[in-house]
């Protein structure tokens, strides 16, 4: 079945150091891809998102590019702040349906 | 313009016991997703409810149920609790059917601890 894989954390970061989560994916179809962001204490928030082949997602200074030859939708961020500081889950969905999450990376960034 | 709003936010069951959860969508959605999210793991799809019918299911057994109403508030009811089933319970809402591509909006989740 569909299957998302994203790097194990924590990802333990200096404000305004580079960030790149990986996530790579398995999927029969063409989905669609996201990544969400979990603060302490929160449900999920939308962060960005990608339908097709070679878009990019971006949203507060993230970008991820829906790359297909690769099956990979990597997270970047050129310089991360303490209040990036969180969980983040790259997903998949096709044609709709539920989505199928990766276990969560998390993100400590200290100043 | 009040979003997705679970109850409780916390709750403590024991093994074998019976629960139910609920959740009123965000305003203009009528479709309703729960999700299970365990300690250090990513959520996990439960099932969907539109039009007071479910409409897709994961891998979960017959004891996890719901039922969605006619103002579109679900519940998620879970019989014989297991230790396992200890995890932060979300609810999704989107509008018409559609899925994440389309606009979910999470409620911030009931955490169930069964001991």
């Known amino acids: 079945g569909d299957s998302v894989t994203q790097m194990e954390g924590p990802v333990t970061l200096s404000e305004e150091a580079f960030l790149t989560i990986n996530c790579t994916y398995t999927?029969?179809?063409?989905?669609?891809l996201f990544w969400y962001v979990q603060y302490p204490g929160e449900g999920l928030q939308l962060l960005l998102k990608?339908?097709?082949?070679?878009d990019k997602g971006s949203n507060k200074g993230f970008e991820a590019t829906y790359r297909k030859e690769t099956t990979s939708f990597h997270l970047e961020k050129g310089s991360v702040q303490v209040s990036d500081s969180a969980v983040y889950f790259c997903?998949?969905?096709?044609?709709?349906?539920?989505?199928?999450f990766g276990k969560g990376t998390t993100l400590s960034v200290s100043s | 313009d009040a979003g997705v709003t679970q109850s409780p936010t916390h709750l403590i069951k024991t093994r074998g016991q019976q629960v139910t959860l609920r959740c009123s969508p965000k305003?203009?959605?009528?479709?309703v997703s729960w999700y299970q999210q365990a300690l250090g793991q990513g959520p996990q799809f439960i099932f969907q409810?539109?039009?007071?019918?479910?409409?897709q299911r994961g891998n979960f057994p017959d004891r996890f149920s719901g039922h969605q109403f006619p103002n579109y508030s679900s519940e998620l009811n879970v019989n014989a609790l297991l230790l396992g089933d200890s995890a932060l319970y979300l609810c999704?809402?989107?509008?018409?059917?559609?899925?994440?591509?389309?606009?979910?909006?999470f409620g911030s989740g009931t955490r169930l601890t069964v001991v």
């Open positions: 999704a809402s989107s509008p018409r059917l559609t899925g994440p591509d389309r606009g979910y909006t």
């Open positions: 999927a029969t179809g063409y989905p669609s």
């Open positions: 990608a339908t097709k082949a070679d």
């Open positions: 997903a998949l969905s096709d044609l709709e349906t539920a989505l199928i």
């Open positions: 305003s203009g959605h009528d479709t």
């Open positions: 409810y539109y039009e007071e019918e479910e409409r």
